[in-house]
């Protein structure tokens, strides 16, 4: 007797680079479940287009990464708690009905995997960089386990004063000078993806004990940790366990089964 197949998809621009689908049929393997999870290259602008088809074609569940994390969001029938305080979503579904809900495992997958890696992130003073839907993802979690305001740097101070309880973090332009290092800095930024550079970061921001930790992922190291690399930080992470963590919670959300992790995680970074 075969099983019914659960269609599931990620989206964005660009999404070639997307480890999602590998990692969403490695999940399902762990519960003999049958997935079809495919990338879906989707223009900013056509998301409410692009779901109207996925409904029609059938799909579950639907992946949100950059940069459509904020454009998906209002377009949910219902919104979940932590979509509503980031104002972004990254994980999307269908019910049975045809109604969309909307969540966000950005901040949940930064946790569990900083939890992984043994960062004490609960005391630490905090840089993030950037206030796009990556930011607006972690924000809020990061925030619910830390005892310090948190510092948000990012070139544009309009679109910084705009995230969900902005007045709760402190708001500074991305070239600020820093009169002592921070003990975590998280690049937020789609720089790497986009502009191919690193973000424009004094470092006077980082010193030997800092910790960097970059949401963006590839085989090669990214171009914010070459960075923090070249300025003696030792404590370098990119943005794969986050990854995995973030997808096993938008698993849970759309099956009903929480994966293993750790392994997969483990499985990823072997060379290819």
């Not at 986009?194 to 171009?223: F, I, K, M, R, W």
Request: with cysteine; glycine share 6%.
């Amino acid at each position: 007797m075969s099983l019914p197949l659960r269609q599931c998809c990620v989206i964005g621009w660009p999404i070639a680079h997307s480890r999602s689908p590998l990692i969403h049929r490695l999940f399902a393997e762990q519960f003999g479940m049958a997935l079809r999870y495919e990338k879906r290259a989707v223009q900013p602008g056509t998301v409410l287009a692009t779901l109207a088809h996925l409904r029609q074609l059938g799909v579950l569940g639907i992946n949100v990464t950059v940069p459509l994390k904020e454009e998906a969001y209002p377009l949910a029938d219902h919104p979940h708690a932590r979509a509503q305080a980031a104002g972004a979503a990254n994980t999307l579904w269908f019910d049975e009905s045809g109604q969309l809900h909307a969540d966000n495992t950005d901040g949940v997958g930064l946790v569990r995997d900083l939890s992984f890696l043994a960062v004490n992130f609960q005391q630490a003073r905090i840089l993030v960089l950037g206030a796009g839907g990556a930011a607006r993802g972690i924000l809020p979690e990061l925030a619910r386990h830390n005892r310090h305001p948190i510092t948000v740097a990012n070139r544009n101070p309009a679109r910084a004063a705009a995230l969900p309880q902005a007045n709760e973090f402190e708001l500074i332009p991305l070239e600020r000078e820093f009169a002592q290092p921070f003990d975590l800095v998280i690049n937020a930024t789609s720089a790497s993806l986009t502009a191919h550079t690193a973000p424009a970061l004094s470092a006077s921001a980082v010193g030997p004990l800092t910790c960097c930790y970059d949401l963006s992922y590839g085989q090669d190291e990214t171009l914010f940790l070459a960075w923090a690399r070249a300025q003696g930080v030792a404590a370098r992470h990119d943005g794969l366990g986050m990854l995995v963590e973030q997808a096993a919670e938008a698993f849970r959300l759309w099956h009903g089964k929480q994966p293993e992790t750790r392994a997969i995680v483990a499985y990823l970074r072997q060379p290819r």
